[in-house]
C-alpha cells in the first residue's frame, strides 16, 4: 500500500513539475525564423531576446497574467518606396523660361530587402522604438523611405555625372552606408533602383544665376536711383534755403522789393552793397 502510494505521489510530482517546466519553458513558444522579447510585470524587459534553439526557462511565466511575450518576425523584409521634390524655389527659376516649361521636379522609387537580428529588435525595444512586429513593419517601412531619400539626393547631386540607369547595386548600398547611423543596425542585403525621374540641374543652376546676376543688375540700378534723388532733394533744400534767405532780407530791406519788381539786376546788387 505504501508503495502504491510512494509511486501516486510520485507521478503526481513529476506530472506537476511537467507541466511547471513547460509553463516556464519560453522557447517552446518561439518559431524557427523568429524571436520573442519577453515583458514581466515583476521583472520588466528581459535581458535579452528570446529564439529558437537556445533553452530559455523563466520562473516569472509561472505567475498568471505576469509575462508578456512579443513575437517579432527574423525573416527578409522587402518594402518599396518612393520619395519625390523639386529643388529650392523650382518652380520661380522655371517660370524664367517663357518659351517653354522647364520640370526642375524629380522622383525616386527604390527597393529595398533588410532585415535584423534578434540583438537589433531587443535594442529597438529596449529603446522604445518599436513594440510589436506590425511596428517592426512600419520601422522598416520608414528606412526604405529614408533610402530613397539618400538615393534621390545623390542621383540630383551628381545628375551631370551619373545617369539613374548606370547605377549599380553595390554604388546604392554604398551610398546608403554612408549614413549606416541612421538605420539601427539594420542589415541591408539588396537595393533596387526601380524609377528615376531627374531634373537637368545644369539648366537649374543656369537659371539661378541668371537671376542672380539680374538681382545684381537690379541693385545697381536702384542704388543708382537713389542716389539721383538724393542729390535732387539736396538741390532742393539749397534752393529753399536760398528762398528762405531771400526773404528774410526783403523783410529786412523792404526798399529791394521796389528793385525786383523792375527788374533791374544792377540797381539790386548796388542796394545790397549799400547796405553792408
Not at 23 to 41: D, E, H, L
Not at 65 to 82: G, H, P, R, W
Request: net charge neutral; hydrophobic share 45%.
Amino acid at each position: 500500500m505504501k508503495v502504491k502510494k510512494f509511486f501516486a505521489n510520485f507521478i503526481v510530482l513529476l506530472i506537476f513539475s511537467a507541466v511547471v517546466f513547460f509553463i516556464g519553458w519560453i522557447q517552446f513558444y518561439v518559431r524557427p525564423g523568429t524571436c520573442a522579447i519577453m515583458k514581466s510585470k515583476t521583472g520588466g524587459l528581459y535581458h535579452s531576446a528570446v529564439v529558437p534553439g537556445v533553452f530559455t526557462w523563466r520562473w516569472e511565466r509561472l505567475l498568471p497574467t505576469n509575462v508578456s511575450l512579443e513575437i517579432f518576425d527574423l525573416s527578409v523584409y522587402k518594402a518599396t518606396q518612393s520619395v519625390s521634390g523639386e529643388l529650392p524655389s523650382a518652380s520661380f527659376y522655371s517660370s524664367r523660361f517663357s518659351d517653354k516649361k522647364v520640370d526642375f521636379s524629380y522622383d525616386v522609387e527604390i527597393s529595398v530587402s533588410m532585415s535584423l537580428s534578434p540583438e537589433g529588435i531587443y535594442k529597438l525595444v529596449s529603446e522604445n522604438k518599436i513594440t510589436s512586429n506590425n511596428d517592426l513593419k512600419g520601422f522598416y517601412d520608414a528606412k526604405a523611405k529614408l533610402a530613397a531619400s539618400l538615393v534621390a539626393e545623390y542621383l540630383v547631386s551628381s545628375s551631370l555625372l551619373v545617369k539613374p540607369s548606370a547605377l549599380s547595386q553595390k554604388e546604392i548600398q554604398e551610398v546608403i552606408e554612408k549614413k549606416a547611423s541612421e538605420f539601427d543596425g539594420i542589415f541591408i542585403s539588396s537595393v533596387e533602383l526601380l524609377d528615376s525621374k531627374i531634373p537637368d540641374v545644369e539648366l537649374y543652376n543656369l537659371a539661378k544665376a541668371n537671376y542672380a546676376s539680374y538681382l545684381e543688375l537690379l541693385n545697381s540700378k536702384m542704388a543708382q536711383k537713389a542716389e539721383s534723388q538724393a542729390e535732387f532733394f539736396v538741390e532742393q533744400d539749397r534752393t529753399l534755403a536760398q528762398l528762405e534767405k531771400l526773404g528774410s532780407m526783403l523783410q529786412k530791406f523792404p526798399q529791394l522789393e521796389e528793385m525786383f519788381k523792375t527788374g533791374d539786376a544792377a540797381q539790386i546788387i548796388n542796394a545790397v552793397k549799400s547796405m553792408r
